[in-house]
Each structure stands twice: as structure tokens, then as C-alpha cells.
């Protein structure tokens, strides 16, 4: 029976659920290397697509007999040209992603995180494509939604399945990484759409300020609270939030292994002793039984095996290196030597979040492809 095309809602099932994989990516080497679908159980292979039709008898003696092989390109339609010159050479256990990177970079999968004493009710969107996490919170009839993607169907999708209202979208800081769908999303639901004043000093739309200690509130009775906690370093006007008095959203300033990166604004030396501040200072007066949840992860280990991505805030403490560090040199050196690649595109993203620029959804995508790359290596 002739394997059906596999959606990237149905892979991220197979990888959260930590299946057994074997992909075959027919990308050039270079995308490959530099960016590739990962998982606990996941095998890959790459032969760009040029390599296999070459030889097509040989690829198909490296490939595994006892499972399904599914082929990745960058679209999914190099992928559907390696499919028909493998099954030409009679291999039958192969099929291939639809839409390739592209469709798996933009899949948001929902994951129930936990429930409130006051009734609020929380889901991360995990990005396994991209590694971005997002947020839904529900009190009754009402959601706000924090560090939106631009897909933002998902979300309005959620909200009408569940009953309720988008009363307010919150940014926890202006994105370098990945379009906002943020203040998109606020503007189709009617909306208040929230980001750090220090961060939108130059945007081209309204919003209400982010600001330390000023509270949203959900629930008819307004008794679930939002609460923002201005927590610079990885921009000027970083902001967390501790939901109910049990969740902290960190943004791009604590992650499970690692920690924010400084420099997306090309000023790493400036922000870097803020960095300090807000992990060794400010985090620390905190509870330390506050369940941290971030805007990114940056390798698959970070996956519970729920598929969330969690840690409490003490054991950040014992085990998160980038919570170790004695000195202020120490840290900075480690902040400022150990920086990665910056993203794709992240100038251009910067000013696309700022409402600058609007390209076009196919720029979109060309902007976001490859890995978020917003943490110290």
C-alpha cells in the first residue's frame, strides 16, 4: 500500500511522541548542515537531490529496509522528485514531507502546561520547526496570547474551539528572530496589544506599555493576573511575566539550557551587565518554585517528554551553566565570546516587528528560514 504524503502536524505527533525516524534530506549539504529536523529518535540522511538521481541504485542500498523513509526538501517539491526516482528503483517504503522546511518552520503545536488556582489555564505552542514557544492563558471567556508567531489562525482557531475571547496579546520584547503576529492578531480580535516601551520607541503603530508591575488581568472578575516584571539584557526593555503566581514567561532571557543573547541590537557590551542583573538580581528575589517558561529552546533535549519545554526556576539554579558564573568577567566574557551566527534576516525582521517594513508572506518565509539562534552557545 503506497505511503500518503506526511503533514508537519503529523511529524511533530511522531517527535513529540519519539517515534522511531528515518528522513532522507535532499537538500544541498550547506542548508542541510546549517539547518535539519531534529528528534530523540529521528536518523537522517542527506543526498542532495542532483547525488540521488545520479545514483539512485546506490542511495537506495543505504536506505533502511524495515521503515518508512521520508524525504525532506526545502518546499517539498525536490522531495516529491526523489520520491518517484526511489520508487522507479522499486523502493515502496517512501513518501515525503509536504511542504518541506518551509511547512515544518511555520507548525505550532499546542501543549496543555497546567492549571491555576484562580482558574487559568495555560498552553505553550512549541515551534519545532523553528524552536519558538508561545503562549495562550485562558480565565473563563477570556485569553491573552503572549510572543505571537505571524501564524496567527493557530490562535484564533484555539480561541474560538475554546470558548473564549482574545482580550489582550502581549510581546515580551521586540522580536529579532521571527516575525510578530502579535499586533496582527490584536488587530483582527479587537484586542489591546502590549510591548515594552523601551524596546517600541521606534514603531510605526499604537500599543499599550509593558510596564513593570502594571497587571493584566483576566476572568470576569479580573482574578487571574498577568503580572510584568521589566527584566532587560537580551533588549533594552525585556519584560517577564508571572502568570497567577505560578508560571514565569522569560521571553529571550532565561532559557532550560541556556541563556539570552545581548547583541541583536549590536549592543552586547552595553546590555550585557543588564543580562547579569536580571538573572543573578532580579530573578533571583523571585520564588523559587516559579515554573519557567521560555520563548525558545534551542536543541530537542530541551523537550520534555510531554513535548513541553519547562523547568522550575531552582533547578535552573543548580544546573543551568549560565547561571554559574562567579564573576562579572567571567560572564562577560562568557556572554560576548560564545555568541553564535545571528539570525537569518534579523535586521530586516527587527524592522518588519517595528511595522518599518511589510513584505510579503513569501519574504516572511525567506526571512525566518533557519534556526532562532537567540541564545549564548
Known amino acids: 500500500m503506497a505511503l500518503t504524503p506526511l503533514t508537519a502536524g503529523e511529524l511533530a505527533k511522531k517527535i513529540v511522541d519519539r517515534e522511531d525516524l528515518f528522513l532522507l534530506d535532499v537538500r544541498p549539504e550547506e542548508a542541510f548542515n546549517d539547518w535539519s529536523i531534529e528528534g530523540h529518535n529521528v536518523e537522517k540522511m542527506n543526498i542532495p537531490l542532483s547525488d540521488l538521481e545520479k545514483d539512485v541504485e546506490n542511495v537506495k542500498e543505504e536506505l533502511p529496509k524495515n521503515k518508512n523513509v521520508y524525504v525532506v526538501c526545502a518546499k517539498g517539491i525536490s522531495a516529491q522528485k526523489a520520491v518517484d526516482s ?9 513518501t515525503y514531507l509536504e511542504g518541506g522546511m518551509t511547512a515544518w518552520s511555520e507548525h505550532l503545536e499546542p501543549v496543555k502546561i497546567g492549571e491555576t488556582d484562580n482558574g487559568a489555564t495555560i498552553y505553550q505552542f512549541v515551534r519545532l520547526g523553528k524552536g519558538c514557544l508561545s503562549y495562550f492563558i485562558m480565565a473563563e471567556e477570556e485569553a491573552a496570547v503572549v510572543d505571537a508567531n505571524r501564524m496567527i489562525d493557530v490562535y484564533k482557531n484555539f480561541a474560538t474551539r475554546n470558548n473564549v475571547q482574545i482580550k489582550a496579546v502581549i510581546d515580551t520584547h521586540l522580536h529579532a528572530d521571527h516575525i510578530s503576529g502579535g499586533k496582527k492578531l490584536a488587530d483582527q480580535e479587537g484586542a489591546q496589544y502590549w510591548i515594552p516601551p523601551k524596546d517600541a520607541e521606534e514603531v510605526t503603530y499604537d500599543f499599550q506599555p509593558l510596564e513593570d508591575g502594571k497587571d493584566i488581568c483576566l476572568g470576569k472578575g479580573e482574578q487571574v493576573k ?38 541583536l541590537a549590536g549592543k552586547a557590551e552595553d546590555w550585557v551587565s543588564d543580562l547579569r542583573a536580571t538573572l543573578y538580581d532580579r530573578y533571583r528575589e523571585l520564588p523559587d518554585d516559579l515554573l519557567v517558561l521560555p520563548a525558545h529552546f ?29 564573576s562579572n568577567e567571567q560572564f562577560r566574557h562568557m556572554v560576548t565570546d ?36 537567540c541564545a549564548v552557545s
Open 338 to 373: 560564545n555568541l553564535p551566527p545571528q539570525p537569518n534576516s534579523y535586521k530586516e525582521i527587527r524592522l518588519t516587528n517595528m511595522g518599518k517594513e511589510n513584505p510579503g508572506e513569501d519574504k516572511k518565509q525567506e526571512m525566518e528560514t533557519g534556526p532562532n539562534r
Open 86 to 94: 526511489l520508487k522507479k528503483a522499486g523502493v515502496e517504503n517512501v
Open 226 to 263: 498577568i503580572h510584568p516584571i521589566y527584566s532587560p539584557g537580551h533588549t533594552i526593555g525585556s519584560t517577564s511575566l508571572i502568570v497567577d503566581g505560578s508560571y514565569l514567561l522569560t521571553g529571550d532571557i532565561l532559557f532550560v539550557d541556556s541563556i539570552g543573547r545581548p547583541d
Open 298 to 326: 534551542g536543541q530537542i533535549d530541551e523537550l520534555n517528554k510531554d513535548g513541553s519545554v519547562a523547568a522550575k526556576l531552582n533547578i535552573l539554579y543548580k544546573e543551568n551553566e549560565g547561571l554559574q558564573v562567579e
